[in-house]
């Protein structure tokens, strides 16, 4: 049983990764406070922003943070240099109408057994049985 993000009209997307609340973006950037954390990094987070947007040809939600300034980052001993408006790529989201996922799961090995999907055909969920060669 997996749980798909159906593809949907691009506002509803990017309002749902660039939220008025701003959660995503404080999700995107706990990335570089664990970076400073676990890896002795020196970012400062207040020197970046949250970036989301839906490539339709890909079929994705790209999230980025982007640099507010030119700036230096030391890694473990290492350093990086950011330009302003240079972005770090930090997640994927992808998003898969049915018969889209049910030919990649076919392609893995599974059959689609059934599948169900929310009233505004926004999310699903797949039974798939892994097939026999």
Do not use: C
Not at 22 to 51: K, P, Q
Not at 68 to 76: D, E, F, S, Y
Not at 109 to 127: I, N, Q, R, Y
């Amino acid at each position: 049983l997996i749980g798909v993000d159906l593809k949907k009209d691009k506002a509803i997307l990017d309002a749902a990764y660039n939220d008025t609340g701003g959660i995503t973006a404080e999700f995107n950037l706990n990335l570089l406070a664990r970076v400073n954390r676990e890896l002795g990094a020196d970012f400062n987070l207040e020197g970046w922003r949250h970036m989301a947007f839906y490539d339709e040809s890909k079929g994705r939600i790209e999230m980025h943070l982007v640099s507010q300034h030119t700036q230096r980052v030391t890694i473990n001993g290492t350093s990086f240099d950011f330009r302003k408006d240079e972005t770090i790529h930090t997640e994927n989201s992808y998003k898969y109408g049915i018969d889209e996922f049910q030919l990649l799961a076919q392609r893995a090995g599974f059959a689609a057994e059934a599948v169900w999907t929310d009233g505004e055909k926004l999310f699903s969920m797949h039974l798939l049985k892994h097939s026999q060669p």
